[in-house]
């Protein structure tokens, strides 16, 4: 089992619609997770980070975490053809010795 | 404040031989990691360092090395290169504050073409 996994994708989405990117990980102990851009031939970016349990919004972008179903995810809100990129989900677990752990990443694809 | 800083951008080498890769972390920041990253297989981990001291390290072959020096800038070297190390190099720093470290910050990357 991969320690943080991800759909690859491609996920197409209408534009103006919401875009729904999963993310599960293995370590228990994860306590941090963020969730990282990138463009074609372009270095990630960051979007979020989220620590607690809950919703975390932040304009069109909601990082939603839930440590006992050990899932993290992402809504992009009115997509746009601009959000078409991967998205990477990456999870800190001190435990490890504050490693920082990618998934795979999903490829998002908004339609016109 | 600069941001992370990768040299060179692009590299064109000879199977065989060896490369040296920079990265100049965000000033104050004390942990630097590396990846490759290529079509196939993401984003995969090759090590980290925080205070000139290896603190993690991926399932990479032992041709691929790195350290940090005191002003926390790294370098990453591969010897005997091999076609299936062209690929994307990206480095990331982060900080560290009490409680643990912040997000990371990548570089623009070296685009190793081994040839």
């Known amino acids: 089992q991969k320690e943080v996994e991800q759909n690859s994708g491609p996920l197409s989405v209408p534009e103006g619609a919401i875009a729904s990117l999963n993310c599960t990980y293995s370590?228990?102990?994860?306590?941090?997770f963020f969730w990282y851009r990138q463009y074609s031939g372009k270095s990630p970016e960051l979007i979020m980070f989220?620590?607690?349990?809950g919703d975390k919004e932040d304009g069109r972008f909601t990082a939603q975490l839930n440590k006992a179903s050990q899932y993290v995810s992402l809504l992009i809100r009115d997509s746009q053809p601009s959000d078409s990129a991967t998205y990477l989900c990456?999870?800190?677990?001190?435990?490890?010795?504050?490693?920082?752990?990618f998934g795979g990443g999903t490829r998002v694809l908004v339609k016109p | 404040k600069a941001g992370v800083t990768q040299t060179p951008r692009y590299l064109i080498k000879t199977r065989g031989q060896q490369v040296t890769l920079s990265c100049s972390p965000i000033?104050?920041?004390?942990?630097v990691s590396w990846y490759q990253q290529t079509p196939g297989q993401g984003l995969q981990f090759l090590f980290e360092?925080?205070?000139?001291?290896?603190?993690n390290k991926g399932n990479f072959p032992g041709r691929f090395s790195g350290r940090q020096f005191s002003n926390s800038r790294s370098e990453m070297n591969v010897s005997t290169l091999e076609l299936g190390d062209s690929a994307l190099y990206l480095c990331?720093?982060?900080?560290?504050?009490?409680?643990?470290?912040?997000?990371?910050?990548f570089g623009q990357g070296t685009r190793l073409t081994v040839v």
């Open positions: 360092y925080f205070s000139e001291t290896q603190r």
């Open positions: 370590d228990r102990g994860s306590q941090s």
């Open positions: 990331a720093s982060r900080a560290w504050v009490s409680g643990g470290d912040t997000e990371a910050f």
């Open positions: 989220i620590y607690s349990n």
């Open positions: 000033s104050g920041h004390r942990s």
């Open positions: 990456a999870v800190l677990s001190k435990a490890a010795g504050n490693k920082l752990t």
